[in-house]
């Protein structure tokens, strides 16, 4: 298969995984963020660890220089997930997710500077297209929001975006996706353990199954967008990652019975389109035309 359709079809992948993950984060009642974030992190852990004890090659970095830009990686990616969850707890949850989707739109950004990437006059409308289509989603509610959630929120989108130009340019440099998941999770876990460890909230059964399901669908997730950002420009496949709008609005409609009004629909509409006009140009066919 053709490396971009491979980054296309992981990055749809990834969008499924982290919607599921959102509703089971959600679904998981009131804990503190931390407490989420790490049995999250420690799902994709454990995953990742099973991979690379399979694959043979040790709990190493491919190169010693790799280190750097792994403990940027971990660094942004922690950041984002906290953030994020605690905008999960504190918004609506297509708020959130919508605020989280301001990822794909930087990490075009940062791969610019970071893997001097050049970005197409094309591939410019279309993601500018995609962040508007994101705007009208999110516009019924958002002089709701409570600015201090908002902004963490955006500041999540932020920092995950950096986070996936990173582990570009780690797939670049010929690192593992196993390795830079597990290097991520570990890090993430052992960030929050001392919060976790003196701020412990006693969990339910369910709780404790939803955070489970979040876990996997977070591991899931994790190892989807690694692969997708290894086989793939950001510029060519980041646009796909708006899916996700589609997949927590299915999720919020059958679970919640939430109903998109006229201005969601719109939104929906303008990202689609705006990720055919990236398929049809990054395929060559939109010049043919």
């Excluded at 670049?172 to 570990?186: A, H, L, N, P």
Aim: glycine share 10%; net charge positive.
């Amino acid at each position: 298969m053709n490396q971009k359709y491979k980054g296309i079809l992981l990055i749809i992948t990834s969008a499924l995984c982290f919607a599921g993950m959102n509703f089971f984060i959600r679904l998981s009642g009131d804990l503190p963020t931390m407490q989420k974030s790490f049995f999250r992190n420690l799902i994709a852990l454990l995953v990742a660890a099973l991979m690379i004890l399979r694959e043979g090659k040790g709990f190493r970095p491919a190169d010693k220089k790799n280190l750097p830009f792994l403990l940027g990686r971990a660094i942004f990616g922690t950041v984002g997930i906290l953030a994020n969850f605690y905008a999960v707890d504190h918004l609506l949850l297509s708020d959130a997710s919508m605020l989280n989707k301001m990822s794909p739109f930087f990490a075009v950004l940062a791969s610019i500077f970071i893997l001097k990437e050049k970005l197409s006059s094309v591939q410019g409308v279309a993601l500018i297209g995609a962040f508007t289509g994101a705007l009208f989603i999110i516009k019924p509610t958002f002089s709701n929001l409570d600015l201090i959630p908002a902004l963490i929120g955006f500041a999540g989108g932020l920092c995950a975006g950096i986070a996936y130009s990173l582990v570009r340019l780690l797939g670049q440099r010929g690192e593992r996706s196993s390795f830079i998941v597990f290097f991520f999770s570990t890090f993430s876990c052992l960030v929050v353990l001392p919060q976790v460890l003196f701020h412990y909230t006693p969990m339910t059964v369910q709780q404790a199954l939803c955070l489970l399901a979040g876990g996997l669908c977070a591991a899931g997730g994790q190892f989807s967008i690694t692969g997708a950002y290894k086989h793939a420009p950001a510029r060519e496949i980041s646009v796909y990652d708006y899916s996700q709008v589609i997949f927590s609005a299915i999720l919020g409609f059958f679970v919640f019975g939430d109903v998109p009004d006229g201005f969601s629909i719109l939104g929906y509409c303008i990202i689609c389109g705006m990720a055919i006009l990236n398929f049809l140009h990054n395929t060559g066919r939109l010049s043919r035309r």
